[in-house]
């Protein structure tokens, strides 16, 4: 089985941004691949954030991933944190990785576009090394990511190539893989920007444990244009485009026969039938998430999921020391 490799940091509630994204596909990945996911707390501080919402978002993450249809007997969940081998890996490859790297972050870029280098956290700066790292220990053949994180995927390729090269065969080197549908779901109150949990005002962004009323509303203000027309065109028509990806993707319809059966009708009506279809995505996913939250499954998976993933981190975390000279034995 060839492995693969994912983690959502929750420096926010998760959004359906995440889920059509990132979660959704690992669920269908789980059955054909050996699946190593975790929940990237170490990335979360890469900007400040209250230790009790932090927490919380973990807990809720990790109770999501399972509410979302992870299931641990078939992938493995895990902490980043429990696993110490990252935060080292990440340090390794950050000694090998130019500034100039990561200078071209796009991410990085919109993350501090109006701040002063006097305020940025130099972890914002090096976090595509660690993000290299949590790919690399694991041998990951593929990472399932959304468009926005392409450019870290191949930042981990080029250290993984890089290293190979330097100290001989180590590392596998990934591949991206991005879901044709939904690799980059956008605001709805400005459909030219993602949607993000950190977004300053939240109309945009439907988080996945908002009340189901809320996220309603949410869809029917969402920002469109007066073309009054049903039809996928990214550019003159990001608005009504967005929401036909996130139709599409949550009901398996596709975008055409979407357009085809809304031709003619008004944009109230299409609002409605995709704010249905989020609904009634959010219902199943909420109901379960109410029963894990309250159980102690939460420990467990996470306790089993750190074992299974220290072995094989331990051992390529020694292998590269060894190759780098930096044990004595
Ligand atoms: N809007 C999105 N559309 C499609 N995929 C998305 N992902 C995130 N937002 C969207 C995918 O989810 C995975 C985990 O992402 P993340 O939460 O770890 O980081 P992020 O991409 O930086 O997400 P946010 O919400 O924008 O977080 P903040 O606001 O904290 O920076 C990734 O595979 C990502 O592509």
């Given at each position: 089985?060839?492995?693969?490799?994912?983690g959502?940091k929750p420096?926010?509630?998760?959004?359906?941004?995440?889920?059509?994204?990132?979660?959704?596909?690992?669920?269908?990945?789980?059955?054909?691949?050996?699946?190593?996911?975790f929940i990237a707390n170490l990335h979360c501080v890469?900007?400040?954030?209250?230790?009790?919402?932090l927490r919380?978002?973990l807990?809720?993450?990790?109770?999501?991933?399972?509410?979302?249809?992870?299931?641990?007997?078939?992938?493995?969940?895990f902490l980043q944190s429990d696993v110490l081998e990252h935060a080292q890996?990440g340090?390794?490859?950050?000694?090998?990785?130019?500034?100039?790297?990561?200078?071209?972050?796009?991410?990085?870029?919109?993350?501090?576009?109006?701040?002063?280098?006097?305020?940025?956290?130099?972890?914002?700066?090096?976090?595509?090394?660690l993000?290299?790292a949590d790919?690399?220990?694991?041998?990951?053949?593929?990472?399932?990511?959304?468009?926005?994180?392409?450019?870290?995927?191949?930042?981990?390729?080029?250290?993984?190539?890089?290293?190979?090269?330097?100290?001989?065969?180590?590392?596998?080197?990934?591949?991206?893989?991005?879901?044709?549908?939904?690799?980059?779901?956008?605001?709805?109150?400005?459909?030219?920007?993602?949607?993000?949990?950190?977004?300053?005002?939240?109309?945009?962004?439907?988080?996945?444990?908002?009340?189901?009323?809320?996220?309603?509303?949410?869809?029917?203000?969402?920002?469109?244009?007066?073309?009054?027309?049903?039809?996928?065109?990214?550019?003159?028509?990001?608005?009504?485009?967005?929401?036909?990806?996130?139709?599409?993707?949550?009901?398996?319809?596709?975008?055409?026969?979407?357009?085809?059966?809304?031709?003619?009708?008004?944009?109230?009506?299409?609002?409605?039938?995709?704010?249905?279809?989020?609904?009634?995505?959010?219902?199943?996913?909420?109901?379960?998430?109410?029963?894990?939250?309250?159980?102690?499954?939460?420990?467990?998976?996470l306790?089993?999921g750190a074992?299974?993933a220290h072995?094989?981190a331990?051992?390529?975390?020694?292998?590269?020391?060894?190759?780098?000279?930096?044990?004595?034995?």
């Open positions: 089985m060839k492995r693969m490799v994912s959502i420096t926010g509630e998760l959004t359906l941004g995440n889920y059509i994204g990132a979660l959704r596909n690992f669920v269908k990945y789980q059955d054909d691949f050996d699946l190593y996911v890469t900007v400040p954030i209250e230790p009790a919402e919380k978002n807990k809720d993450a990790i109770a999501l991933y399972l509410a979302c249809g992870l299931d641990p007997e078939k992938c493995t969940i890996l340090w390794l490859l950050t000694c090998m990785t130019y500034m100039g790297e990561l200078n071209r972050m796009t991410q990085f870029k919109e993350k501090t576009h109006n701040q002063q280098d006097e305020s940025i956290g130099a972890g914002l700066f090096v976090y595509p090394s993000m290299a790919i690399l220990l694991y041998d990951a053949d593929y990472v399932p990511v959304g468009n926005d994180q392409k450019q870290h995927v191949e930042l981990a390729r080029d250290l993984a190539q890089r290293f190979n090269n330097r100290y001989s065969e180590t590392f596998v080197v990934p591949e991206p893989k991005i879901a044709e549908v939904g690799a980059r779901i956008m605001s709805l109150s400005d459909p030219n920007k993602k949607m993000s949990k950190s977004e300053e005002s939240n109309k945009g962004c439907i988080y996945l444990l908002d009340d189901l009323n809320v996220a309603r509303k949410k869809v029917m203000s969402a920002v469109t244009d007066n073309l009054a027309q049903v039809k996928y065109d990214k550019e003159n028509q990001p608005g009504i485009s967005n929401l036909l990806e996130i139709m599409s993707s949550l009901s398996s319809e596709s975008i055409e026969s979407i357009c085809s059966r809304f031709e003619g009708k008004g944009y109230g009506d299409f609002k409605a039938a995709v704010a249905d279809v989020v609904c009634e995505e959010l219902a199943k996913i909420q109901s379960k998430y109410h029963d894990i939250i309250n159980s102690d499954m939460i420990e467990t998976v306790k089993d074992e299974k072995k094989q331990f051992k390529k975390l020694k292998k590269v020391q060894k190759k780098m000279g930096i044990d004595i034995m």
